[in-house]
Nanobody, 126 residues
């Protein structure tokens, strides 16, 4: 069973930075994709970035391109989301998720991911 634990959320001012971590365990193959999603208050959950662990391919949603960077550390089975130049509209609960055979056409759709973490709150003050 795949288990994911997020950490690193918190309160930050506009323009600040945070690094989220997703510690993963229970992988049975190298074909997993780890995605980061966020759900603002009263809104739907949306994909913002993902990394395909087999070849390191990365994808970003338009709202975070140029500001967020996803990376992975295979030694610790941890995926990071480095968030820079944060804005108040980045405020949300952030989740990491794992999926197998995630399509490269629409890799940020939540339907491709079967295992989810519990989420971590990120709040950006103006």
């Amino acid at each position: 069973e795949v288990q994911l634990v997020e950490s690193g959320g918190g309160l930050v001012q506009t323009g600040g930075s945070l690094r989220l971590s997703c510690a993963a365990s229970g992988f049975t193959s190298a074909d997993y994709t780890i995605g980061w999603f966020r759900q603002p208050p009263g809104d739907d959950r949306a994909g913002i970035s993902c990394i395909m662990l087999r070849d390191g391919s990365t994808y970003y949603g338009d709202p975070v391109k140029g500001r967020f960077t996803i990376s992975s550390d295979s030694a610790s089975n941890t995926v990071y989301l480095h968030m820079n130049n944060l804005r108040p509209d980045d405020t949300a609960v952030y989740y990491c998720a794992a999926g197998v055979d995630v399509t490269r056409v629409t890799p940020l759709l939540p339907l491709w991911y079967s295992s989810w973490g519990q989420g971590t709150q990120v709040t950006v003050s103006s």
